[in-house]
């Protein structure tokens, strides 16, 4: 029995409802090996259950790991995603926002204005999220503006700042006169940072021509 217990033996021989019902368990590993189990099934009968999960469960944890099961089986529609970037928790909005990268440029969910809003989350985490959930925009004003919002708003965390940025390479000169025009603009951290990036490309163009 220890044995069947270690090398996961027995949570491979659950049934789907018994699966779903481990990803409440307390142990990690459990709850890991349900969700892998689960997504590696394909098994699209338990969708219904995992939505329960992710809207009603009482630890972050299950909503959580839920969710991610839930991406793994190809089957979060918008609606939840909409719930869970509700959610108490922040990991559980960071996830549904990563997530909702997929229905970027899908007329049905407006994915510029959610990672927008939860650039000015209150936790880390989300505003991290946020800054690199809005580089997968189309490349163009609007989005190089809704940066700009983001460097201003997390002007002193460099996290943000680079993750910001990474979404916007070629682009560093536009949103940098974006932040130069604002009343307020972002504190030095940002506008030093993006500079330095502008004045660093400008010299790699220039070696590339001599």
């Known amino acids: 029995h220890q044995s069947t217990a270690r090398d996961g033996s027995g949570v491979a021989a659950s049934t789907g409802d018994e699966l779903v019902a481990l990803l409440t368990h307390p142990n990690g590993w459990r709850r890991d090996l349900a969700q892998r189990t689960l997504v590696q099934r394909g098994d699209l009968r338990v969708v219904p259950q995992l939505e ?3 809207r009603d469960a009482p630890h972050e944890r299950t909503r959580l790991q839920a969710l991610w099961t839930l991406d793994g089986l190809e089957a979060v529609p918008p609606d939840l995603a909409r719930v869970a970037l509700r959610d108490a928790s922040p990991w559980v909005r960071a ?3 990563r997530i909702a990268e997929r229905w970027v440029g899908d007329a049905g969910f407006d994915l510029a204005d959610v990672a927008s809003r939860l650039g000015g989350d209150p936790h880390p985490a989300v505003r991290l999220q946020a800054a690199a959930s809005l580089g997968a925009l189309p490349d163009g004003d609007d989005k190089h503006r809704r940066i700009a919002d983001v460097l201003t708003a997390s002007a002193n965390e460099p996290f943000v700042i680079d ?6 390479r070629g682009a560093e000169a536009r949103v940098l ?5 604002r009343p307020a603009a972002a504190t030095p951290l940002a506008l030093t940072t993006l500079a ?3 004045f660093q490309i400008g010299n790699d163009v220039d070696a590339r021509m001599w």
């Not at 993750?163 to 916007?168: D, E, I, R």
């Open 163 to 168: 993750a910001a940025l990474s979404g916007v």
């Open 196 to 198: 330095a990036t502008v």
């Open 177 to 181: 006169d974006q932040l130069f025009n």
């Open 52 to 54: 329960i999960l992710v």
């Open 95 to 97: 996830a549904a926002l």
